[in-house]
C-alpha cells in the first residue's frame, strides 16, 4: 500500500558514488486494455480508509522539463537570500521569524514558504517583489502540498487531529478546517485526504470521523469559509463542474457525483474497489479488488468494463506517471507499466523491494525500492540502474536525476549514470530540470554546479547559508 512518507533525513555527506548495478531483467508481453487516455489522481483502499496520492498535472512533454533563474537560500537568522543564475546576490529578505527550527517548507512559482515551527507560523516569500504573507498553522504541523493543486498547503499534526489548516500561497490566505462546514466537536482530519481544483480555489478534505468530507472555497477576500459544504464519502476528485466523492462499504462502494452545490448528481455502485482514477474527461476508473477496471460517469447508471489486469501477484498499488501517458502497477516483487492506450511498455521482475520512493510530482521517472533503489524511465520502460542506497531525498521535475541517501552517504545519479562531486560535500538543493545543483562543503560554503560539466568551476554562493532551492520567479 502506498500511504504518507516520512519526512526525509538530514543531507548526509556526499561521497564517490559506488559503481552502478547490472540493471534489473525486464520482458514485454502483456496487454492491459485500459481505452483512452487518463489524465489520474490515485485513491487507495486500504484496512476501510482511502489513502490518496497525487500526481504530475502536466502532460508527458511538459513533466520532462524545469525552469528555474532564481536560487534561493535561508540565513542563520531566518532572512530570505535570492541570487540569480550567476551567483549574484539580488535581494535579501527579511522573514522576522526568530525561531531555530525554521525552514523552506515548499515552493511554487516565484513563492517559497517559510515554517517556524517555534512560534508556529508560515511565511509566504515572494521572491520577485520582496512582499511576504505571515500565517498562523496549529502547533507541532507538518505542511505538504494538497493533491490537485501545487498553490494549497496542508498544515496539521502528522498524526491527524481537529487542528487542520489550508493555506492558499498565491492568495497569501488560511481556512480553519476545524471550522468550516458541520463538523463534529472534535473532528478527525488527516494530511493526504485533500484534494484541490487545479487552481487552487476548492478543496474537499475528509473528515474521518464521520467519514465525509468538508468542501471550502479561497474566495480572493477575508471571508472565505462561509461557505464551506459537508458531504457524505471521501473526495476522489474536485472537477470544474463539482466533486467526485466515494461511499466505502462492506465489498461494496459508491462513486457519487455533485454539482458545485454539493446536490447529488449521480451514484453509481461497484464492486470491492481497491483503487479509484479520476480521468480527464471526468469519468472515474475504478479497479476492483479482483483486478478488475470499470468505468463510470455522471451521465450514466451504467458501468463499463474496460479491462482487467492479470499480473500473477496481488496488487499493492497503482500509480499515473509521466503526465497521463503511463500507469505504474506495483504487484509482489515486480513493477509493470503500461502506456494509456493499454500496452505493457515493460516489467521489471525479482525486486528486492517495489515500494515507490515518492517526494512530490510523479513524472517521466518513478524510482523504487529500499536498500537498493531502481529507477525506471516510464517512457522507455528501462531499469536506468540500481543504486545502492535506502531513500530518495530529491529528484528532478521529470525524475530522472535522484539524489539519494546511503550507507555511502548522499549523491546524484543522473539518468542511471553516478555524478562524482568529490569528497566533503552534501547536495543541499537539485534543479528542476536536472543539470544543476547546489553543493555546500564543510566549511558551510556554497557553490551551484552544472551537472553537465561537474568537473568544471562551479558559481560561488558564499557560506553560513542553508536550505537553498530554486525558484522560477519570472513566471508571469
Given at each position: 500500500?502506498?500511504?504518507?512518507?516520512p519526512p526525509?533525513?538530514?543531507p548526509?555527506?556526499?561521497?564517490?558514488?559506488?559503481?552502478?548495478?547490472?540493471?534489473?531483467?525486464?520482458?514485454?508481453?502483456?496487454?492491459?486494455?485500459?481505452?483512452?487516455?487518463?489524465?489520474?489522481?490515485?485513491?487507495?483502499?486500504?484496512?476501510?480508509?482511502?489513502?490518496l496520492?497525487?500526481?504530475?498535472?502536466?502532460g508527458?512533454?511538459?513533466?520532462?522539463?524545469?525552469?528555474?533563474?532564481?536560487?534561493?537560500?535561508?540565513?542563520d537568522?531566518?532572512?530570505?537570500?535570492?541570487?540569480?543564475?550567476?551567483?549574484?546576490?539580488?535581494?535579501q529578505?527579511?522573514?522576522?521569524?526568530?525561531?531555530?527550527?525554521?525552514?523552506?517548507?515548499?515552493?511554487?512559482?516565484?513563492?517559497?514558504?517559510?515554517?517556524?515551527?517555534?512560534?508556529?507560523?508560515?511565511?509566504?516569500v515572494?521572491?520577485?517583489?520582496g512582499?511576504?504573507?505571515e500565517?498562523?498553522?496549529?502547533?507541532?504541523?507538518?505542511?505538504?502540498?494538497?493533491v490537485?493543486?501545487?498553490?494549497?498547503?496542508?498544515?496539521?499534526?502528522a498524526?491527524?487531529?481537529?487542528?487542520?489548516?489550508?493555506?492558499?500561497?498565491e492568495?497569501?490566505?488560511?481556512?480553519?478546517?476545524?471550522?468550516?462546514?458541520?463538523?463534529?466537536?472534535?473532528?478527525l482530519f488527516?494530511?493526504?485526504?485533500a484534494?484541490?481544483?487545479?487552481t487552487?480555489?476548492?478543496?474537499?478534505?475528509?473528515?474521518?470521523?464521520s467519514?465525509?468530507?468538508v468542501?471550502?472555497?479561497?474566495?480572493?477576500?477575508d471571508?472565505?469559509?462561509?461557505?464551506?459544504?459537508?458531504v457524505?464519502?471521501a473526495?476522489?476528485a474536485?472537477?470544474?463542474?463539482?466533486?467526485v466523492?466515494?461511499?466505502?462499504?462492506?465489498g461494496?462502494?459508491?462513486?457519487?457525483?455533485?454539482?458545485?452545490?454539493?446536490?447529488?448528481?449521480?451514484?453509481?455502485?461497484?464492486d470491492?474497489p481497491?483503487?479509484?482514477?479520476?480521468?480527464?474527461?471526468?469519468?472515474?476508473?475504478?479497479?476492483?479488488?479482483?483486478?478488475?477496471?470499470?468505468?463510470?460517469?455522471?451521465?450514466?447508471?451504467?458501468?463499463?468494463?474496460?479491462?482487467?489486469?492479470?499480473?500473477g501477484?496481488?496488487?499493492?498499488?497503482?500509480?499515473?506517471?509521466?503526465?497521463?501517458?503511463?500507469?505504474?502497477?506495483?504487484?509482489?516483487?515486480s513493477i509493470?507499466v503500461f502506456?494509456?492506450a493499454?500496452?505493457?511498455?515493460?516489467?521489471?521482475?525479482?525486486?528486492?523491494?517495489?515500494?515507490?520512493?515518492?517526494?512530490?510530482r510523479?513524472?517521466?521517472?518513478?524510482?523504487?525500492?529500499e536498500?537498493?533503489?531502481?529507477?525506471?524511465?516510464t517512457e522507455?520502460?528501462?531499469?536506468?540502474?540500481t543504486?545502492?542506497?535506502?531513500?530518495?531525498r530529491?529528484?528532478?521535475?521529470?525524475?530522472?536525476?535522484?539524489?539519494?541517501?546511503?550507507?555511502d552517504?548522499?549523491?546524484?545519479?543522473?539518468?542511471?549514470?553516478?555524478?562524482?562531486?568529490?569528497?566533503?560535500?552534501?547536495?543541499?538543493?537539485?534543479?528542476?530540470?536536472?543539470?544543476?545543483?547546489?553543493?555546500?562543503?564543510?566549511?558551510?560554503?556554497?557553490a551551484?554546479?552544472?551537472?553537465d560539466?561537474?568537473?568544471?568551476?562551479?558559481?560561488?554562493?558564499?557560506?553560513?547559508?542553508?536550505?537553498?532551492v530554486?525558484?522560477?520567479?519570472?513566471d508571469?
Open positions: 500500500m502506498v500511504s504518507s512518507l526525509p533525513p538530514p548526509a555527506p556526499a561521497s564517490v558514488p559506488p559503481p552502478p548495478q547490472p540493471a534489473p531483467t525486464r520482458r514485454r508481453s502483456r496487454r492491459w486494455p485500459i481505452g483512452a487516455a487518463l489524465a489520474l489522481v490515485l485513491a487507495v483502499v486500504a484496512a476501510g480508509a482511502w489513502l496520492v497525487g500526481r504530475d498535472d502536466d508527458g512533454d511538459d513533466a520532462a522539463t524545469g525552469t528555474w533563474d532564481r536560487v534561493v537560500a535561508l540565513t537568522d531566518n532572512n530570505v537570500v535570492v541570487f540569480d543564475a550567476d551567483g549574484e546576490e539580488l535581494d529578505i527579511g522573514t522576522g521569524l526568530a525561531g531555530v527550527e525554521a525552514g523552506i517548507v515548499h515552493v511554487t512559482g516565484r513563492h517559497v514558504v517559510v515554517h517556524d515551527r517555534d512560534d508556529h507560523v508560515l511565511v509566504v515572494d521572491v520577485a517583489s512582499d511576504l504573507v500565517l498562523d498553522v496549529p502547533e507541532d504541523s507538518t505542511v505538504r502540498p494538497v490537485g493543486s501545487d498553490v494549497v498547503l496542508h498544515a496539521a499534526p498524526s491527524g487531529g481537529p487542528e487542520s489548516v489550508l493555506v492558499n500561497v492568495l497569501g490566505q488560511r481556512i480553519d478546517l476545524a471550522f468550516s462546514g458541520d463538523v463534529d466537536d472534535d473532528p488527516f494530511q493526504g485526504s484534494r484541490a481544483d487545479p487552487g480555489t476548492r478543496v474537499a478534505v475528509l473528515e474521518s470521523r467519514y465525509r468530507s468542501v471550502v472555497r479561497f474566495a480572493g477576500d471571508d472565505v469559509a462561509d461557505d464551506a459544504l459537508t457524505d464519502g473526495p476522489v474536485v472537477t470544474d463542474d463539482g466533486l466523492v466515494a461511499i466505502a462499504g462492506e461494496r462502494a459508491a462513486i457519487r457525483y455533485l454539482d458545485d452545490a454539493g446536490e447529488e448528481v449521480r451514484t453509481v455502485p461497484v470491492a481497491r483503487a479509484t482514477l479520476s480521468a480527464a474527461d471526468g469519468s472515474i476508473v475504478v479497479l476492483t479488488g479482483s483486478g478488475e477496471l470499470v468505468r463510470t460517469t455522471a451521465d450514466s447508471d451504467d458501468v463499463e468494463e474496460i479491462g482487467s489486469l492479470d499480473l501477484a496481488e496488487i499493492d498499488y497503482a500509480l499515473p506517471a509521466f503526465g497521463d501517458e503511463r500507469i505504474v502497477v506495483g504487484a509482489g516483487s509493470s502506456d494509456a493499454g500496452d505493457e511498455v515493460a516489467t521489471i521482475d525479482d525486486l528486492a523491494s517495489t515500494r515507490p520512493q515518492l517526494t512530490g510523479i513524472g517521466r521517472c518513478v524510482s523504487f525500492g536498500d537498493e533503489i531502481v529507477t525506471v524511465d522507455s520502460g528501462d531499469a536506468l540502474a543504486t545502492n542506497a535506502s531513500f530518495v530529491l529528484t528532478s521535475l521529470d525524475g530522472c536525476t535522484i539524489v539519494v541517501d546511503g550507507p552517504g548522499s549523491q546524484i545519479v543522473r539518468d542511471g549514470d553516478p555524478v562524482d562531486l568529490g569528497d566533503d560535500v552534501n547536495v543541499q538543493a537539485l534543479a528542476p530540470d536536472g543539470a544543476s545543483a547546489v553543493v555546500v562543503d564543510t566549511a558551510r560554503e556554497g551551484l554546479v552544472d551537472l560539466d561537474a568537473e568544471g568551476d562551479p558559481v560561488e554562493l558564499g557560506g553560513d547559508l542553508r536550505q537553498h530554486f525558484v522560477s520567479a519570472d508571469d
